[in-house]
């Protein structure tokens, strides 16, 4: 079986020392297609010396150099991005359309990275006295250890590696080890731009493994995690004990609110485009459509024809727009979930059962009037399911949607500009969108309040997450 070559350490790869590896497989066939070489604690201690050196050089290369690099892999992303989109969707699954999006994304997040960088402004404070100065400086706060995911493979880890960098800050970036090899090539691409040896590396192990021991680490400053809440609260406690600064973008379970002033079809046609994009495993993607009751019925019937119209299949192959999920666990818990709504009063309007084909398929499936007892409506599904509940006013539905503790995406649609002002104010999420897709754009923040997590990925804030707050008193 091969080896991926996925360790990047000081600038040289290795396959890494550690006694266990991992296996890879193609989600549409279940086939198992490489071995992953992973980290071992010495491995580690390497890469917290070389990210301690990156940094001590990274820090001193001005901010116009340091853009000019950033903008120099953005060009080389999108130069290779059909190749890394083979990667994307070879591994994780989804339809090569949507992986060509994301991989050719990513040089948009390098690029506005490599802009914001050169705006790290600090401030100038009047003095009280005469002759002085005050100011207030922003500097880089030091090696970065950074968690991403396998649902974007390129898009989440580019965000941490690209605000890391353009802030000045070393990083040591864990990647996903389900779909380690658009990782290799995004960090590859950096390389060959010419970040310095050290200032970026990449690690696959043992998850936590790997986060135990660099959280731990002195050298580490700043902690970046995307994933589960359970996982970011156990991150995020390590950290707080260690008081290293913390990022957590976790998960979500999104609103999709549907008032009766819309063009219904046209609002179920997008709400489902929106929810099986990525088989539904996206943080934001709506979770519960909350339908006024006098478009209940006209909706949940245009929402399930869209669905069900969808053709499921490899993400290779050309007319496939729904592929599979990322691996079994998620079809396990799709079952277990669909069995579970059932059970407590759901109805099925189209999927609802594993597919036979190999592979890790489950079908976009809608459930209707879904209890708020059933385990779906409260934990996040992260998979191809969508929950349709009736609702009468404004009020109440506000009240559903916020009645869980998550609070990273919500949406609405409506007419009104009065509702629409209202779902603003009062939706707790951390993003709202109002009659469209409106979210994760390199210049707008992404992120949550509540179990979501906190801190913001992108827009101003994702370059602030890795800045520190000096300030110069100075007279003489
Ligand atoms: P999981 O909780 O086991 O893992 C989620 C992610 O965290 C994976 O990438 C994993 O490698 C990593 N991870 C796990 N333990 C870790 C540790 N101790 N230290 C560092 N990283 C660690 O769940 P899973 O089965 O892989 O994914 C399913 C759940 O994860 C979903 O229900 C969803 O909530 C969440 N998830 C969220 C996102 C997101 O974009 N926020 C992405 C992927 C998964």
């Not at 903008?71 to 080389?76: I, N």
């Not at 970036?173 to 090539?185: L, V």
């Not at 790997?210 to 902690?223: P, T």
């Not at 459509?289 to 245009?302: D, E, H, L, P, T």
């Amino acid at each position: 079986m091969r080896v991926i070559e996925s360790i990047l350490i000081d600038g040289h790869w290795s396959r890494g020392s550690h006694e266990q590896q991992g296996a890879v497989f193609n989600p549409a066939t279940g086939e198992h297609i490489a071995d992953l070489g992973f980290a071992s604690h010495a491995d580690l201690d390497r890469a917290l010396v070389a990210a301690a050196k990156g940094f001590e050089v990274w820090r001193k290369t001005s901010a116009y150099d340091r853009s000019k690099i950033l903008r120099r892999a953005a060009d080389l992303v999108r130069e290779r991005s059909d190749a890394i989109a083979e990667l994307i969707t070879l591994e994780q699954g989804k339809p090569l359309a949507e992986a060509r999006m994301e991989a050719f994304g990513a040089g948009d997040h390098i690029d506005w990275y490599a802009e914001e960088g050169r705006r790290a402004y600090g401030r100038v404070i009047p003095p009280r006295a005469r002759g002085a100065r005050q100011m207030v400086l922003r500097e880089p706060i030091g090696p970065v250890a950074a968690f991403s995911p396998w649902n974007f493979p390129v898009s989440q880890l580019v965000r941490k590696i690209a605000g890391a960098l353009a802030a000045g800050c070393s990083i040591i970036a864990k990647g996903p080890e389900e779909t380690p090899s658009s990782c290799i090539e995004l960090c590859r691409a950096f390389q060959d731009a010419g970040v310095p040896p050290g200032v970026l590396n990449l690690v696959f192990g043992v998850p936590a493994e790997i986060s135990d021991y660099l959280i731990r680490s002195e050298v580490i400053r700043k902690i970046s995690f995307t994933g589960s809440v359970p996982v970011g609260r156990a991150l995020g406690a390590l950290a707080g004990q260690h008081l290293k600064r913390c990022t957590l973008e976790l998960g979500g379970h999104a609103p999709f609110i549907v008032c009766d002033d819309v063009d219904v079809e046209a609002v179920a046609a997008l709400g489902a485009s929106l929810k099986f994009r990525n088989a539904g495993q996206i943080c934001a993607s709506p979770t519960r459509f909350f339908v006024q009751r006098g478009i209940y019925q006209q909706f949940v019937s245009a929402f399930s024809k869209a669905g069900a119209a969808l053709k499921v299949g490899a993400g290779d192959a050309a007319d496939t727009q729904m592929g599979p999920l990322a691996n079994p666990r998620r079809v396990a818990a799709m079952q277990a979930y669909v069995d579970d709504a059932l059970a407590v009063g759901a109805t099925l309007a189209v999927g609802g059962q594993n597919t036979a084909q190999p592979g890790f398929f489950f079908p976009p499936t809608v459930l209707a009037d879904v209890p708020d007892s059933a385990r779906v409506m409260h934990e996040e599904p992260f998979g191809p399911i969508a929950s349709i509940v009736a609702f009468d006013d404004l009020e109440e539905v506000i009240g559903k949607a916020n009645a869980l503790p998550f609070g990273l995406a919500a949406f609405a649609f409506t007419r009104s500009i009065q509702r629409a002002i209202l779902l603003a104010d009062e939706l707790q999420s951390g993003m709202v969108s109002i009659n469209h897709f409106g979210i994760a754009a390199p210049e707008t923040p992404f992120g949550g309040i509540k179990d979501s997590g906190y801190g913001s990925e992108g827009g101003s804030e994702g370059l602030d997450a890795y800045l520190t707050t000096k300030f110069v008193s100075q007279v003489g």
